[in-house]
């Protein structure tokens, strides 16, 4: 995923949310996003870790093509 595609988020307790991606920091244990969501305009950070399915937080919106 890259700046600007829309993702959904994973958040405690809710429906996933969609929002939009604004930076991208890599890190050998998974990579941060920087997402911005209609209640936090300026992003929040969410984890998306390497070895953990359960760890994922942040994934490309369904049905939309992402830009390269």
Same mark, same amino acid.
């Given at each position: &995923? #890259?700046?600007?595609? !829309? +993702? *959904? +988020? #994973? *958040? %405690?307790?809710?429906? !996933?949310?969609?929002?939009?991606?604004? /930076?991208?920091?890599?890190?050998?244990?998974? +990579? &941060?996003?920087?997402? $911005?969501?209609? %209640?936090?305009?300026?992003?929040?950070?969410?984890?998306?870790?390497? $070895? $953990? =399915? %359960?760890?994922?937080?942040?994934? =490309? +919106?369904?049905?939309?093509?992402? /830009?390269?």
């Amino acid at each position: &995923m #890259k700046l600007h595609n !829309r +993702v *959904t +988020v #994973k *958040t %405690d307790g809710g429906p !996933r949310r969609e929002g939009t991606i604004l /930076a991208v920091e890599e890190f050998s244990e998974g +990579v &941060m996003y920087l997402v $911005s969501l209609d %209640d936090y305009p300026t992003g929040i950070w969410f984890f998306n870790e390497l $070895s $953990s =399915p %359960d760890g994922i937080f942040v994934e =490309p +919106v369904v049905g939309e093509t992402q /830009a390269k």
